[in-house]
């Protein structure tokens, strides 16, 4: 999957990225203090929105740029992202939208919904799995696992606000966890969807020099 390939300088660019929003991190925690900082509904879990929502939106337009397992694999990460997006979602139940939105029946119908969405193009596009297994045994998807590491590091602080006796220290740490991995999912994204514009470009350009029908893959 030439697409979802990660070289020519991507490891800078998400270097850069991380650093800049743990340093941004670090300056809101200095500036506001670690309880506002860290807050639900803070400005780090209003930025873990933005970053999943912008994820959500670059993956869903790379697919349709996209053919094959690519277009699959944009189309099942678009989906993953908007559910961390609702799950980051922390509005008060102020009227019958948001209490149906943190409702059990919320989960319920979620869960079904996604269930039509993703059964029928997993089993529809069957015959790309290898080609995914062999994406993921080849490491091909290191960022993906980057990603998880952060969120994974975030559900480790999750639940223990108090860390070595400085109050709202491991909730700070579980939102600039998370947040990291988001960045680097949007990152992704954003790389990937570069990257099909950038293609789409050349070939409409050489397709205009040759007088030939622009074909994309």
């Known amino acids: 999957m030439p697409h979802l390939e990660f070289r020519n300088g991507f490891a800078r660019l998400l270097a850069g990225a991380v650093g800049l929003t743990l340093a941004g991190t670090l300056v809101a925690a200095w500036i506001l203090g670690l309880p506002l900082a860290a807050h639900e509904n803070g400005p780090l879990e209003w930025t873990q929105e933005a970053a999943l929502l912008a994820a959500a939106l670059f993956s869903g337009a790379a697919a349709l740029g996209l053919r094959g397992a690519e277009r699959l694999a944009a189309y099942l990460a678009t989906l993953l992202y908007l559910v961390f997006l609702l799950r980051e979602l922390e509005l008060p139940p102020t009227g019958p939208v948001t209490t149906y939105l943190v409702s059990d029946a919320f989960r319920w119908h979620e869960a079904i919904a996604l269930a039509v969405l993703v059964l029928p193009p997993i089993v529809a596009g069957r015959r790309h799995w290898r080609t995914f297994l062999r994406y993921g045994l080849g490491f091909q998807g290191w960022p993906f696992v980057l990603a998880a590491g952060f969120v994974g590091l975030g559900a480790v602080f999750d639940g223990a ?48 020099q040759t007088g030939e029908p622009a074909v994309t893959q």
Not at 165 to 185: H, K
């Open 161 to 208: 606000p108090y860390l070595g006796g400085i109050a709202d220290l491991g909730t700070f740490l579980e939102e600039t966890a998370e947040l990291a991995g988001y960045v680097v999912l949007a990152t992704v994204a954003g790389w990937v969807l570069a990257g099909t514009c950038s293609e789409a470009t050349t070939t409409r350009a050489v397709a205009l």
